[in-house]
């Protein structure tokens, strides 16, 4: 028997009462569909418009900023002004989706809605966290708009929240919070290797552009452009076939692994006048729309002869001068963000031509040295971004068991009364 067995042993072997939110917490603000005797308390807080807030944030600020969203922005007392509150809140936000987080000390807060225990000896608001971050698709089934929706905080409130022993909260929180750091600590260590492999793929794809006789095979190489070493690639003709298609549209590929997901079926009679584009195997996609989102991908055999996007640039490499994946590699690099970033035109939504992209020059070392590099640089993308292997994939199962275990550890057998 484990030290959380044993204590549910000890103070509550027959189940638990369970209470509304409303009985054990109090709110920052009174919600006008919430009836007076369900809002006995309420707890103000200071207030700043996102724009305002996120304005407040310094390096080396000890004050907390708590965004609608999960950031880590910090801001001092001198910029705060008297802004400040202090305390043990659970948020979620008024408007958007309902992003669970929980802070203990000095703050500024956005437009959230702000809950904390009426009674810490009753209720634990740590414990508090970790139901309501259980309950999250519950809480997001309250929020309601057509727009910007909000949540219906009479639903929220009237959620039943079981209450151990407060010896039996705090193993609970406990296991949650180590479950909590393993995954911190495999987030910290994934994204250290992938500036780390950020710094190496910039590096490997270095190259002097004034070679000499003195220079490395490795430095010697001519540099062309993308429209010089990629072939022409098709449009779709609708008119002449009858076939479906997978259609990867501008939002089906990852911006984190580059991966493609989401994708539709189109035919002749649904397909958006977008859906132009045949791709094959080997060939790289890149957005020209809103282009420094960096949604680029590399084709797989399993979308080969599919269609794509004319938001997307199609770059097929000839082969005889360029390894597809060379082309892949070369677009992922900081001087392709940057070359983007000065030729995209728009306010709105900003945009980069075809031909402007196939005018950004990239080194063209020998095969055997393109080969040479994208290995390696394949094995640094296996282990920072594929979701079935390297540490993407553990932390991903380090998630599933901790949501595992915490739909485990909040549920209890209801004490009769």
């Given amino acids: 028997m484990n030290k959380l067995e044993q204590l549910i042993q000890q103070h509550c072997p027959n189940g638990v009462e369970y209470k509304h939110l409303w009985e054990v917490t109090a709110w920052d603000k009174k919600f006008n569909a919430v009836e007076n005797h369900k809002q006995k308390k309420v707890v103000k807080y200071h207030y700043l418009l996102a724009n305002d807030l996120k304005k407040l944030s310094v390096v080396y600020g000890d004050i907390k900023l708590l965004t609608t969203n999960d950031s880590e922005l910090y801001t001092t007392a001198e910029m705060a002004d008297s802004k400040v509150d202090e305390g043990e809140v659970v948020t979620i936000p008024w408007g958007g989706t309902a992003n669970v987080q929980y802070y203990k000390g000095k703050f500024i807060t956005a437009d959230n809605r702000l809950a904390t225990s009426l009674d810490t000896d009753v209720l634990d608001n740590k414990f508090l966290f970790y139901f309501m971050l259980n309950k999250a698709n519950e809480i997001q089934s309250y929020y309601r708009g057509s727009g910007i929706q909000h949540p219906s905080m009479a639903k929220v409130l009237d959620m039943q929240i079981p209450l151990p022993p407060l010896p039996v909260q705090a193993e609970i929180v406990r296991i949650l919070d180590t479950f909590t750091e393993l995954t911190a600590e495999l987030t910290a260590e994934l994204t250290a290797r992938k500036k780390q492999y950020e710094y190496y793929r910039d590096f490997l794809l270095t190259f002097e552009k004034t070679a000499t006789q003195s220079v490395t095979d490795r430095q010697r190489v001519r540099w062309i452009t993308l429209g010089e070493v990629c072939i022409a690639t098709s449009n779709i003709k609708w008119k002449e076939t009858n076939k479906s298609y997978h259609y990867i549209d501008l939002t089906s590929v990852s911006r984190d692994t580059h991966a493609i997901t989401d994708v539709t079926i189109v035919n002749a009679k649904n397909a958006p006048s977008r859906a132009q584009k045949l791709i094959e195997s080997d060939d790289v996609i890149f957005a020209t729309t809103r282009p420094t989102l960096q949604r680029f991908a590399f084709i797989g055999d399993d979308y080969t002869g599919e269609v794509a996007s004319t938001g997307y640039c199609v770059l097929r490499a000839d082969k005889v001068n360029a390894i597809p994946k060379w082309v892949y590699y070369c677009i992922s690099?900081?001087?392709?963000?940057?070359?983007?970033?000065?030729?995209?035109?728009?306010?709105?939504?900003?945009?980069?031509?075809?031909?402007?992209?196939?005018?950004?020059?990239?080194?063209?070392?020998?095969?055997?040295?393109?080969?040479?590099?994208?290995?390696?640089?394949?094995?640094?993308?296996?282990?920072?971004?594929?979701?079935t292997a390297g540490l993407p994939a553990e932390i991903a199962a380090r998630q599933r068991q901790y949501e595992y275990y915490r739909d485990k550890l909040l549920t209890f057998k209801e004490k009769v009364a």
Avoid: H, M
């Fill in 333 to 387: 690099t900081t001087d392709f963000y940057d070359y983007v970033e000065k030729n995209q035109e728009g306010s709105a939504y900003p945009a980069i031509s075809d031909s402007k992209v196939r005018a950004f020059e990239i080194p063209l070392p020998s095969l055997d040295e393109q080969a040479r590099i994208v290995e390696i640089l394949d094995k640094f993308d296996t282990l920072t971004t594929d979701i």
